[in-house]
């Protein structure tokens, strides 16, 4: 739940000194919300963009769904590998930075510490007070590294944990990749024939980009209905230019 929305009471329990002392002792809960919405984004984009060059190139239902699967598996699986790796280099690059800052430090504490001071006195600190500041903070090793890790380099408290950003990708894919499949699959599990059956997979998949950018706005400072608006737009963008490249193959093709 954003802050925003707490009620004036919630805040004020929230700001207690016990509960921001408990807060503060832990570590900032890791966010994978980036991961889900483009997994699930990308998911619905590919997935449609087969089905919409399958229609496109006049291709049987059944291969909609062949290609269908084919691209959630291996597409979804890429996707995740590619995130793990991404989240397991930002930690090794986390890593290596800290060692180095570790041994600055040890070579070149005066240097080090006059980097803690300038970066203080930037923030409105002076005289004893400023002093007293860096004091504190380099008479801790520990303190001294993660203040300049953060100050100096960029680099948050905590990072995501690879395995779990790569999982919330690939489930995000499947999950969602498989709205365009729907009907296709209905209709070959049931022996339905539906008239339009990629018009209302057309139909399906905007409900899902709407449903994705509604569902983000939850966790951001956006309208539920701009943000799926917004998702719903770039979504449909990518999925009409696949359905105008199957079009043209077709017509290549012929």
Known sequence: MKPSRLRPSMLLDAHSPSAVRERLSSPPPQSYLRDLVYGAIDG????????????????????????????????????????????????????????????????????????????FAAKGFEGEDLERVVSKITSDI??????????????????????????????????????????????????TTFSEPFLMSAIATGVAFFSVGAMKSRFVAQSWWRAGLETFALGGAAASLAFIVGSLLQAVAG
């Open 142 to 191: 520990h303190l001294w590294v993660d203040t300049m890790m953060v100050e100096e380099l960029g680099f948050g408290r905590e990072l995501r944990d690879p395995l779990r950003a790569a999982l919330t990708t690939f489930g995000a894919f499947l999950v969602a990749g498989f709205v365009p499949l729907i009907v296709f699959v209905y209709q070959a599990v049931t022996g």
């Open 44 to 119: 619905i984009v590919t997935t449609f963009a087969v089905v919409a060059g399958s229609a496109g190139a006049g291709f049987r239902p059944a291969i909609a769904i062949v290609l269908g699967f084919a691209n959630l598996l291996a597409d979804g699986f890429s996707m995740a590998v590619s995130n793990f790796s991404a989240s397991r280099a930002e930690r090794q690059e986390h890593a290596q930075a800290r060692q180095e800052e570790q041994r600055q430090i040890r070579e070149f504490p005066e240097g080090e510490r006059e980097e803690i001071r300038q970066i």
